[in-house]
């Protein structure tokens, strides 16, 4: 079977991941072929949600095969994604961060 459908960006599977409800899920891993296959499953209906494939030395893979149920997520929380593309972008970032932190432990001695 071509799996090749149900192939997903690795920030689409985080997002996945992180909407189940843990408790509702079990995770079967195991190595075969040179590489670790995780596959995580419902407990309550035993359907197959998701797999990643970790070849020995290759790019991962992610798929996504079935949604889970309302009682098998948890609301998905907003993730904040900034890509910096130049250095001088990367310096500003660091240097409003550093800021924010010498400010945080400043404010911390007034509580």
């Known amino acids: 079977m071509d799996n090749s459908i149900y192939e997903v960006t690795r920030d ?3 997002g996945f991941i992180g909407g189940l409800n843990k408790s509702m899920c079990e995770v079967e891993q195991f190595y075969e072929e040179h590489m ?4 995580i499953k419902s407990k ?3 359907t197959h949600l998701c797999t990643r ?3 020995d030395d290759d790019v991962e ?3 996504i095969f079935n949604m889970p149920l309302k009682e098998e997520s948890i609301p998905n929380k907003p ?7 130049t250095k001088e972008e990367v310096q500003a970032f660091f240097n409003a961060l550093n800021k924010l932190q010498k400010e ?8």
């Open 12 to 14: 689409e599977y985080a």
């Open 36 to 39: 670790t296959i995780m596959k």
């Open 44 to 46: 309550l209906r035993g």
């Open 53 to 55: 494939i970790i070849p």
């Open 61 to 63: 893979h992610y798929y």
């Open 79 to 85: 993730v904040l994604k900034v890509k910096l593309e």
């Open 104 to 111: 945080a432990h400043e404010n911390a001695g007034d509580i």
